[in-house]
Structures are given as structure tokens and as C-alpha cells.
């Protein structure tokens, strides 16, 4: 049964509205405007039944915090009033609908049965879209994950560079969200879109050629800086395919990704020789992560460091290719990070 808070300081109003309203509905009474606040703070109606004019807190002062509440929001109001010129004014207020005192039976019945069925409706509706919206974002990401595995492959010794990399970011992002320095500047959904940002960080390599990206030897000078355009590329290539389709910041941080992992805290980095806060910080945790996966995976031109002396280079690096608290936060989880790698083959 559906569930009906009634507000009316006149108790025979209460009784009538009621007997009016029949055996549907499960009622629960309030006397004045502070009780029913008081009530509606413990508890949430499918439907409230409201009174405008009351001693002490009013039906607009009830309705104002119905609709401030984040929990009773969307709760349905139908106000009741003998003054057929508030109407206007409950209605601009939030109230679904109107019943001028002294009400007829079938019209009480008419507007309270309608604002029910609105509500579900838009119940009904809202959980479509939301199932809609998770289809659709389950369809990106997988659309996603296969680009990046496309690029990956064309590598056939880099393993599953990807998904450790995104849980790396992963778990950087949250040992820094706990810390003091970054307390505030990272959430839940902040860090789900690093994670699967992180899987197209080197996107542009698309463009790079074969002989480039597969030469088993160390790269000449001239074939590094075209290996350095991936970056650019990278930032165009997601612009280009994600604008208009995913979230603006999802787009942003991806780009961003993509574009600046490659630089250095110090400055000596590429494409654009960022330094320290400048470079944004989901590339700034790229850059531990993605360096630390490198080091410990096999390459054409490489083969695998010891995960010890993987984490030794990074501890090296603080302060000159990486950001102290990122290096700290990394090297705080190594026995997570370590128990990834373990478990996914390289």
C-alpha cells in the first residue's frame, strides 16, 4: 500500500481527507508543521498530504524542506487550502498539485491517485534511463578497452600492460585521495574515470610505423622524436573520436593522459616540457605507473627488470622524472601492486 503522510492542524480535516481518500493507502498524521517535519526526517512517504495554512511553521515552510531534503526531493506534495490564490505560489514552490478546502471526495481521490501515478511514472522512467545510461557506458568502455588492446597487440611481448596500469592509477589515486596534501581533489568517480582513461595512453602510437614501434634495438635519435609524437597524436586521436560521445571530463583527463605522461617533474620531459603542478595530475600518476610496467615487462628491444629493482628506479626518479607524493603513495601499496603482477601474466 502506498503510503500517505496527511498535515492538518484541524483533526476533523484529517478524519475527512481520510475517509475521502478510503482503505487504498496506509496514513500517518501530523499536527503541525514541526511534527511532520520531525516525521519526515525519520521517515519518506509516497505522498504528503498538505495543509498551506498552520500556526507556527506554515505548509510553504514544510514544502521548502521537502524539496531542500536530497532524500525527499522527489517526494510528491499535493498542498490543501481554502485561499484559491496560492495556487500559483505552491505550485512555483514544488507542489505536484492543488485542492481548494473545502474539497469534494471525488476531486481529493482524482488528485492524489494522479500525483501517485506521476510519480511512478517517472519512477519507472528514470530507472530505464539509468539502465539505459549503464548499457551504453558498459558499451564505450568495452568499445575502449578494445582500441587500446588493438594498439597493444601490435606489441606482442607487452602482455597486459593496460589493465595493470589502470589498476595501478587505481590504487595510486586512492592512497593519495586518503593523503593530506590531496585530500578533497579526488573522489570515486574522479578515479573510475583514471582507470579507464589510463587504457588509452598510447593511442598514438596507431599512427606510429611498425618498424618504429616493434625495432628490436634501441631507437636512433630521429626515430625517437617521431616515437615522441604518439603523445600529440594520442590527445588528437581521443579528441576526435570521444568529443560528443563521452562525459567532457572523461574527454579531458583521457586527452590529458595521452598527451602529458611523458613528461617530467623536472621539467625535461616532452611534448611540452611541463613541470611539476603544471602537468595535470592523472598524468603526473600515468607517468609512475606506465614507467613502472615498462620496467618490469618484456620488450622487443628489452628484457624484464626484477620487480625490486623496478621499484628502486622509481624511488630514483622522485623528484626529478616523478612527483614526491606520487612516488610515496605508489611505494606505500607495493605489496598490492606486486600481488597485480604477479597475478597477471607479463
Not at 13 to 35: D, Q, V
Not at 143 to 168: F, P
Not at 297 to 325: D, L, N, W
Amino acid at each position: 500500500m502506498k503510503r500517505i503522510l496527511i498535515v492538518d492542524d484541524n483533526r476533523t480535516n484529517i478524519a475527512f481527507a481520510k475517509g475521502c481518500l478510503g482503505n487504498r493507502y496506509e496514513f500517518t498524521s501530523a499536527h503541525s508543521g514541526e511534527e511532520a517535519v520531525d516525521i519526515l526526517s525519520r521517515q519518506k512517504y509516497d505522498l504528503v498530504l498538505l495543509d498551506y495554512v498552520m500556526p507556527g511553521l506554515d505548509g510553504m515552510g514544510v514544502l521548502k524542506f521537502i524539496r531542500g531534503d536530497i532524500r525527499l526531493r522527489e517526494m510528491p506534495v499535493v498542498m490543501v487550502t481554502s485561499n484559491e490564490e496560492m495556487e500559483v505560489a505552491c505550485l512555483s514552490a514544488g507542489a505536484q498539485d492543488f485542492v481548494k478546502k473545502p474539497y469534494a471526495p471525488e476531486v481529493l481521490k482524482m488528485r492524489v491517485g494522479r500525483a501517485l501515478e506521476m510519480d511512478d511514472y517517472q519512477k519507472k522512467l528514470s530507472l530505464l534511463v539509468q539502465q539505459k545510461s549503464k548499457r551504453i557506458e558498459k558499451m564505450q568502455t568495452s568499445i575502449i578497452a578494445n582500441i587500446a588492446n588493438l594498439i597493444e597487440n601490435r606489441d606482442k611481448d607487452s602482455g597486459q600492460h593496460v589493465k595493470r596500469v589502470g589498476y595501478y592509477m587505481g590504487i595510486i589515486a586512492e592512497r593519495l585521495r586518503k593523503s593530506t596534501d590531496y585530500r578533497g581533489q579526488l573522489d570515486e568517480h574522479l578515479i573510475r574515470n583514471m582507470m579507464q582513461a589510463s587504457a588509452l595512453h598510447d593511442v598514438g602510437k596507431i599512427s606510429i610505423s611498425d618498424n618504429i614501434l616493434c625495432k628490436p634495438a634501441r631507437l636512433t635519435q630521429e626515430e625517437y622524436e617521431v616515437m615522441k609524437t604518439h603523445t600529440v597524436l594520442g590527445a588528437r586521436i581521443i579528441r576526435q573520436c570521444l568529443e560528443n560521445i563521452e562525459e567532457d571530463d572523461y574527454t579531458e583527463m583521457a586527452e590529458q593522459i595521452a598527451l602529458y605522461h611523458h613528461e617530467r617533474w623536472d621539467g625535461t620531459g616532452y611534448p611540452e616540457g611541463l613541470s611539476g603542478m603544471d602537468i595535470p595530475l592523472c598524468a603526473r600518476i600515468m607517468s609512475v605507473a606506465d614507467v613502472f610496467d615498462a620496467l618490469i615487462s618484456r620488450r622487443c628491444y628489452k628484457e624484464i627488470q626484477p620487480m625490486e629493482e623496478a621499484f628502486r628506479i622509481i624511488e630514483e626518479g622522485s623528484g626529478t622524472q616523478f612527483e614526491p607524493a606520487v612516488v610515496e603513495a605508489f611505494l606505500a601499496e607495493a605489496k598490492m601492486i606486486a600481488t597485480i603482477v604477479e597475478r597477471m601474466e607479463r
